[in-house]
Every structure is written in C-alpha cells, then in structure tokens.
C-alpha cells in the first residue's frame, strides 16, 4: 500500500497571503489528522476529520481550517500567513481515528512565510 | 488534561552502549502511549504503541518500552545503539476520554550515536 502522501512538500509564501496543502490518506483510511510542528512549539494538533466531518479541533485560530472529500483527501488551508506560521505540517491518517489506533504520518510540508 | 514530559532534551551514546529515553505522563484515565521517531527530513515512523495489553512492549528495531502506572512512566530503552538510532524521539499520548484522535506530543530528545 502507498503510504500518506502530501503536497507540495515545500512552499514560499509571503505574510498576508493564504495557502492551501493537501493530504492524501492510506487506502481504506478515514481519519485524517493535521499537525503543526515548529522548533519553539514542537508538535501540536490542528485537527482531525472523519467522514468528511470535523472531529476535533486543536487551540488554533480561525486562519487555520481544513476540511474532507468524500475520498478521505484532505486539505487545510492558512489565511493571512503570519511569519510564525513558518513550521513543517504534518498530516497523519487511520482506520477510523481511534485513540489506540496507530496514527501513520505523511513527509511533511514545509511551509516558509516571508 | 492530559500530558507528556520527556524529562531529556539531548541524549548522547556511543555505539553499542545502552540507549535509555525517558517519559513520565500524566493523565485521568488508563492511557495510550507511543513512541514515534523522526530522522531529519523525514516523517514520523512508529516505534511502538502500549494500549491496555502487556506493560512491557516490543518495537521496531530492537526498542522495547515499559509501562509503569505507580511511576507514571514509560521509558523507551535499546540493549545496543546503533549509528541509524541518531534521530529524534517523541512520546505522545492518546486521550481516550473523546471520540477520534488528537495526539498529544511530548518535547522531543535528540539521540546522538558516537562510533
């Protein structure tokens, strides 16, 4: 089976500008989860859809959003990008998102904001 | 709420010595516990996963993990490190008191590998 999939794996973006990374879950996975990983902060949880449906949500602003297709794709989008906004994000897909589930993680996007 | 503490933020072994990276957690409930690792540039691989079953756990790569409710603890340890171990590890908890996931990562530690 391919593994998670994310693109583009880098991105330039300037400060006021927004951008849109996509994910691509493992096959027959239905839980999609995003996470912001930074050197001050480390990893934190955006979010988690299931069924094209929102979760659970993770202590981020508004800016931060996402959302799920019917084929478990994923993406999340930024909005008026902040300089702190730079960090690498990372999706991470399961069967069905329960806790005891193994979580399997995408390479990443880097995001630089400008 | 719940939380993870790795109590080292950079450890360093040379090759074949013991590897020990440790973990207290704290949580309400029985929790899920893991250790994934990072390898620069890469994404995160699972280590290993402790759910309710047997308290010592066995991984990938020689890496076993015991879980210790009196301690609240949940070391990750290695008999003999190798030069690939170089990399960064995270204990993350699982809440299990909310439908889904939102896994809960701690700081991180950096294992260095000296031949």
């Known amino acids: 089976k391919a593994g998670v999939t994310q693109t583009p794996r880098y991105l330039i973006k300037t400060r006021g500008q927004q951008v849109t990374l996509s994910c691509s879950p493992i096959s027959g996975h239905r839980s999609v989860s995003w996470y912001q990983q930074t050197p001050g902060q480390g990893l934190q949880f955006l979010f988690e859809?299931?069924?094209?449906?929102?979760?659970n949500k993770g202590n981020f602003p508004g800016r931060f959003s996402g959302r799920q297709f019917s084929n478990s794709r994923s993406e999340m989008n930024v909005s008026t990008l902040e300089l702190g906004d730079s960090a690498l994000y990372l999706c991470?897909?399961?069967?069905?998102?329960?806790?005891?589930?193994?979580?399997?993680f995408g390479p990443g996007t880097r995001l630089l904001v400008l | 709420a719940q939380s993870v503490t790795q109590l080292d933020s950079h450890v360093s072994v040379s090759e074949g010595t013991p590897v020990l990276l440790r973990c207290n957690y704290s949580?309400?409930?029985?929790?899920?516990l893991f250790w994934y690792v990072q390898h620069p540039n890469k994404g995160l691989q699972l280590l290993l996963k402790?759910?309710?079953?047997?308290?010592l756990v066995k991984g990938i790569n020689g890496f076993e993990a015991e879980f210790k409710k009196s301690e609240t603890s949940f070391h990750l340890t290695k008999p003999s490190a190798h030069m690939s171990d170089a990399a960064e590890y995270f204990c993350?908890?699982?809440?299990?008191?909310?439908?889904?996931?939102?896994?809960?990562f701690g700081k991180g530690t950096t294992l260095s590998v000296s031949s």
């Open positions: 949580s309400s409930y029985s929790p899920s």
């Open positions: 993350v908890v699982s809440p299990l008191n909310q439908a889904g996931t939102a896994l809960i």
């Open positions: 859809y299931f069924s094209e449906t929102q979760r």
């Open positions: 991470a897909s399961s069967l069905r998102g329960g806790p005891e589930e193994t979580q399997y």
């Open positions: 402790y759910t309710s079953a047997a308290t």
